[in-house]
């Protein structure tokens, strides 16, 4: 079976900055929260294994360590557009080089495709946040 390099890489490159986004450097690291959700989960799973960090690997390839590099900087600056390009050509030349890394990528069950999240507030002093996990303050009296 003969894996397409380009549209895996770009179908898996989502996953990918998802997890960067969520984990910022430390998407490389072993350890998996609970509280992060599949898909971020997916795409730090999907970043170690093509990075080799999932493996006991002494000598990592060049392209390997190239996209741990470009990992680390999308980590500093998630939104930049030209990372993200970098990401997905560095993701396609990995699978294009090792069709069976491929093939065994392509293999596994995705959850649903990440989704744009959009947050919106209205009202003078409204603070707008994905997830809050403590108290906002905006300057009013607390009683």
């Known amino acids: 079976m003969s894996i397409d390099a380009v549209q ?8 990918a900055t998802a997890a960067i986004t969520g984990y910022g450097a430390a998407v490389l690291a ?3 929260s609970d509280a992060a959700d599949a898909t971020v989960n997916f795409g730090q799973r999907l970043l170690r294994h093509l ?4 493996a006991s690997l002494d000598n990592p390839t060049a392209e390997q360590e190239a996209l741990a590099t470009t990992v680390f900087d999308m980590a500093n600056a998630p939104e ?14 990995l699978l294009a080089a090792d069709p ?15 989704a744009t999240i959009t947050i919106s507030t209205s009202g003078e002093r ?7 996990y403590a108290t906002i303050h905006t300057g009013d009296r607390t009683f």
Do not use: C, F
Not at 51 to 54: A, C, S
Not at 100 to 114: K, N, S, V
């Open 8 to 15: 895996l890489a770009q179908e898996l490159t989502p996953y």
């Open 51 to 54: 990075t080799g960090r999932d």
């Open 126 to 132: 409204s603070p707008a946040v994905q997830y809050n």
């Open 30 to 32: 072993r350890v998996e």
């Open 80 to 93: 930049d557009a030209d990372l993200k390009t970098v990401l997905r050509v560095q993701i396609r030349r």
């Open 100 to 114: 069976d890394l491929a093939a065994d990528i392509a293999g596994w069950p995705r959850p649903t495709t990440p």
